[in-house]
């Protein structure tokens, strides 16, 4: 029993050193960023294993482990960190303080009492009195605008005029119920309440049954049409935006692939989901266009007509992709629109193919700091991903596959109105849709006033 005593307050005196060491290195300025801090934490934290010639570091944010190589004149880690700035990361910076820690005879993972203050990480200014104007008042400018927009839908012709029978129900109607019923984000049955509320404002010229919404959801023909919604809505946004961000992402089905592993002699089974890509503008996140095909589509060759179908509205001055879409084609295709884009280079990459593969190669590689900045607006994508799961969920309810595609192109409608309603209050602009058409018939919405 004495001796386990005297174990641990041996062990406590050296943490309590540890920690005194720390709060001196504090004192005179030791951690200067958030890297040396978090590489304080991994290194009394984590367990950091020695291999031939390299260390093994845990990841703070996945079960991966990051390869270290410290020893050599020029020290490497496999982190993107590393590979993007070729500086020291917070991987390189534990193992050195871990192999400090080890020649001060304080091994292996150690509790810190006192740990080091958290860096204060730069914060952006937000208008908070006119965001909140924007989300208390957002339902009701959402139903004005889609409205607005399906009002610009035309009605296609009857197949057979001579046939008697019930009336079609408006396309302009079909549109703005599918349109709603997945912002809504309840089901058909317990969204009738709100359509016919929506028909009693006049935004709809008959109310639809929930079948009838059901069945314009799984048409096929409502696809084009929604991802003409999709661009018309961007445009009122094309005075703002220039800088764009390319990403792909997946929203989850009901639906479950199952096979049998030969292998294992087990069966498996994984969700199904919808990949869709799209070209965001980092300023308001607003999307630009999008595209989904199968699933297991290729991000780099996307690239170029989501750019393309970008630059019909817009003014495209830079892009940013991540590495997945650096090739010759992707670069080409933005300087041709007059921008730049920027995509990071894997590691070995040399830039011995030539032209303007060669000139970004360069430019990444002596400009480091410069590029990043500009590679770093990419993560606006991200969360422009993040604002649409949130808002009208990460999943989807339909069971076909065209149902799946439109209640996906849907959430990226509603996505867009909103960012409609927030530049409405934030940046005074006030929407106007399908501008060819109102010269002939008058405006189609009202301005909006900011009223407070």
């Known amino acids: 029993m004495t001796k386990q005593l005297l174990t641990l307050k041996c062990h406590y005196i050296v943490v309590t050193l540890y920690c005194v060491v720390n709060a001196i290195s504090l004192a005179h300025g030791g951690v200067r960023n958030a890297r ?36 050599g004149p020029s020290p490497s880690c496999s982190c993107q960190d590393f590979e993007l700035r070729g500086k020291d990361c917070k991987h390189i910076l534990a193992v050195r303080l871990w192999l400090e820690q080890e020649k001060d005879g304080i091994s292996g993972p150690s509790p810190v009492t006192s740990p080091a203050p958290k860096v204060k990480r730069p914060t952006y200014p937000q208008d908070w009195p006119n965001y909140n104007l924007a989300q208390v008042r957002e339902k009701g400018h959402f139903l004005e605008l889609l409205a607005s927009l399906c009002s610009g839908i035309p009605q296609p012709p009857l197949k057979n005029p001579q046939k008697g ?18 912002y809504s984000t309840v089901s058909t049955r317990r969204f009738m309440t709100d359509l016919r509320a929506a028909h009693e404002r006049g935004f709809i010229t008959q109310p639809l049954c929930f079948s009838k919404v059901i069945k314009a959801l799984e048409d096929e023909a409502l696809t084009p049409i929604l991802h003409d919604l999709i661009r018309e809505s961007s445009l009122p946004l094309a005075s703002v935006e220039t800088e764009f961000a390319v990403d792909s992402s997946g929203f989850c089905t009901s639906r479950f692939t199952r096979w049998f592993d030969v292998k294992y002699g087990v069966t498996r089974e994984t969700a199904d989901w919808v990949k869709v890509h799209s070209a965001v503008g980092v300023k308001t996140t607003v999307v630009t266009a999008a595209l989904i095909l199968d699933k297991h589509a290729a991000d780099v060759s996307q690239f170029p007509a989501l750019i393309k179908a970008t630059a019909q509205g817009f003014t495209v001055r830079e892009a ?18 007059g921008g730049t884009l920027y995509a990071p280079f894997k590691k070995r990459t040399t830039g011995a193919i030539g032209g303007i593969y060669e000139k970004m190669f360069h430019y990444f590689s002596f400009h480091r700091e410069e590029f990043l900045k500009r590679y770093h607006k990419r993560s606006n994508s991200e969360s422009t991903f993040s604002m649409v799961k949130a808002k009208v969920l990460d999943h989807v309810r339909s069971k076909t596959d065209v149902a799946r595609k439109n209640e996906v192109l849907c959430k990226i409608l509603c996505h867009n109105i909103c960012c409609l309603v927030s530049a409405i209050y934030e940046l005074g602009i006030v929407p106007v849709f399908w501008p060819d058409q109102q010269e002939e018939e008058g405006p189609a919405i009202l301005p909006m006033v900011q009223s407070r």
Do not use: M, W
Not at 61 to 71: E, L, T
Not at 320 to 337: G, H, I, P
């Open 36 to 71: 040396e801090q978090k590489a304080q934490e991994i290194a009394a934290r984590a367990k950091i294993t020695r291999g031939n010639g390299y260390y093994l570091v845990p990841s703070q944010s996945s079960a991966a482990r990051h390869r270290v190589a410290v020893d």
């Open 165 to 182: 029978g019930r009336p079609p129900v408006l396309l302009s109607d079909a549109v703005f119920a599918v349109a709603f019923k997945v």
């Open 320 to 337: 940013s992709a991540d590495k997945a879409y650096t090739c010759t084609e992707n670069f080409q295709a933005v300087a041709d629109l």
